[in-house]
């Protein structure tokens, strides 16, 4: 099962854009990368997914580099609305994901 | 579309009493369901996991129990509470994926309070 390092917490100010890296150096060939964004007292809500390059949503950016160990969600021109915790699982087949402790965004106006 | 829907929302219970929280989802079939708490502060913790109807996995031995009676129903379940069972419960559903790139979604979750 593929752990995960990310930054305790991170702040940032409206309308800048937000780079949160995770690392995972003992991805396995068939795990996917997926972020998940929490507001308190709410389920997780799942962000994007990526195997490998970039991928790009209406939310959100992921950079995966070739060797697989690290990503990085990019969240463009935050809102207040964006402070949250924000996890990064990776996963396989099965999905035993793990959830570490995540990333605290406090986006400040 | 498919819709998650837990309950009760939130919960207050004695220590040693018993405990029923209930999952269902809409708009799918045959989903992989799970089971998770969320202590406060802290990473989802996965409790128990179904791939199908009877079939429970458990991850943590723990105080807690889970049941699927039906395809798209999850309950998790405890005889006595302890203190220690309080926190955040998540249902989450997900769509079977031979290859990998399962996607998990939750629920809006219960608190549960033991005194």
């Known amino acids: 099962l593929a752990k995960t390092t990310q930054p305790i917490s991170m702040d940032s100010y409206e309308g800048q854009e937000v780079n949160i890296t995770c690392s995972h150096n003992?991805?396995?060939?068939?795990?996917?990368i997926t972020w998940y964004q929490q507001f308190p007292s709410q389920g997780p809500r799942f962000i994007i997914q990526?195997?490998?390059t970039k991928v790009t949503n209406e939310v959100a950016s992921l950079f995966i580099p070739a060797d697989r160990k690290s990503s990085t969600l990019s969240l463009p021109r935050v809102s207040l609305s964006d402070t949250a915790v924000y996890y990064c699982?990776?996963?396989?087949?099965?999905?035993?994901?793990?959830f570490g402790s995540g990333t605290k965004l406090n986006v400040k106006p | 579309s498919q819709t998650i829907h837990q309950w009760p929302a939130t919960l207050v219970q004695p220590v040693g009493s018993p405990l029923s929280l209930e999952c269902t989802v809409e708009?799918?079939?045959?989903?992989?369901l799970y089971w998770y708490r969320q202590a406060a502060g802290r990473g989802l913790q996965l409790l128990f996991y179904?791939?199908?109807?009877?079939?429970i996995s458990s991850e943590v031995p723990q105080n807690l129990s889970a049941s699927r009676p039906q395809d798209r129903q999850f309950i998790l379940s405890s005889k006595k509470l302890l203190l220690s069972d309080s926190g955040f419960y998540l249902c989450?559903?997900?769509?079977?994926?031979?290859?990998?790139?399962?996607?998990?979604?939750f629920g809006p979750g219960t608190r549960l309070l033991v005194l």
């Open positions: 990526g195997y490998k």
């Open positions: 989450a559903w997900s769509n079977k994926t031979p290859g990998g790139g399962e996607t998990q979604y």
């Open positions: 708009g799918t079939s045959n989903p992989n």
């Open positions: 699982l990776v996963g396989g087949d099965f999905n035993k994901f793990y």
């Open positions: 003992n991805i396995a060939t068939n795990d996917y």
């Open positions: 179904s791939v199908g109807i009877g079939q």
